[in-house]
């Protein structure tokens, strides 16, 4: 049984074909397919069913599968602790984050994982949540911040921190002088939110649900100074997490106290196959 075999049949399992498998590999699809009968024929079991138009794990595939996570697990923590031992970790991180938590999150911790992995380039994009989801799934990138807990099997994922939502409204509103707001007074109100598919507005949505409405969203933006002016016209309220809201700009609306139940939890996801030493790496 050789390492190149274990890694073809975790790339089958992981994208159900062996034709995209061979491509994320860069071999030919026979190349693939010869590797996976060797660990069939060694095994005496089949690994895969062939018979619709992706290719899924069988009983005992799914049983191999959980072995084959743990032994390149292993091998990516072995090989890490020794290029740390040869010299510091060394290599390149893709990082993929919410924008917000990008702009008001990440620049202190990117900045202090720079001074003491001075030897690892990272590499930083944005999106959506969803989006987020899926280069992690496609391999894309090596990590994603998101702000929803995540139902994936494929994933794992760890809680960066605990964040409240609070409430930012003009200077001239009635809830302006309140420290605590309730999340149902806020039926009437009218909302500036992100897009759907930002992690945090759909949070707040459900913890609006669960106290019995659903807000009425005037406008979306995917901008934050845009959403602050238009909270600052007038024209609606909004949700932040208080690590954003603490950036409010002092001549806009003013934000206050908790305003609900909800809060968010950034957290950080990677494919489950990834190493644990990886994880230890914690920049903050």
């Not at 397919?33 to 095994?43: G, R, V």
């Not at 895969?48 to 899924?56: A, E, M, T, Y």
């Not at 894309?140 to 494929?154: E, K, R």
């Not at 992690?199 to 933006?221: L, N």
Request: include cysteine; proline fraction near 5%.
């Amino acid at each position: 049984m050789e390492l190149r075999q274990l890694i073809a049949f975790k790339e089958v399992a992981t994208h159900a074909s062996f034709t995209a498998a061979a491509t994320h590999l860069h071999l030919t699809q026979s190349a693939v397919s010869q590797q996976i009968k060797a660990l069939e024929d060694e095994c005496s079991v089949t690994l895969f069913d062939r018979s619709g138009r992706l290719v899924r794990l069988t009983n005992a595939g799914q049983v191999f599968l959980s072995h084959v996570e743990r032994i390149l697990a292993q091998v990516e923590n072995a090989r890490v602790e020794m290029a740390e031992m040869a010299g510091g970790a060394r290599g390149r991180c893709r990082l993929a984050s919410l924008p917000t938590i990008a702009a008001y999150l990440l620049p202190r911790a990117l900045a202090t994982f720079q001074r003491r992995y001075p030897g690892v380039e990272v590499q930083l994009m944005e999106a959506v949540q969803l989006q987020l989801l899926e280069w992690v799934q496609q391999g894309t990138v090596d990590f994603s911040i998101v702000a929803l807990p995540v139902q994936d099997a494929h994933l794992q994922s760890a809680p960066l921190l605990h964040d409240d939502f609070v409430l930012v409204v003009p200077k001239d509103h009635d809830f302006a002088a309140r420290r605590i707001v309730k999340l149902a007074e806020l039926v009437t109100e009218h909302f500036i939110l992100y897009p759907r598919g930002a992690g945090g507005r759909e949070q707040f949505m459900e913890a609006c649900r669960q106290v019995g409405f659903a807000p009425q969203v005037a406008f979306e933006s995917e901008d934050r100074e845009t959403i602050l002016g238009l909270v600052a016209a007038g024209v609606g309220v909004t949700i932040l997490p208080r690590i954003i809201a603490h950036h409010t700009r002092v001549d806009g609306p003013r934000q206050y106290g908790d305003a609900n139940p909800a809060a968010t939890s950034p957290r950080i996801v990677s494919r489950s196959s990834l190493s644990k030493a990886t994880w230890g790496a914690n920049p903050t």
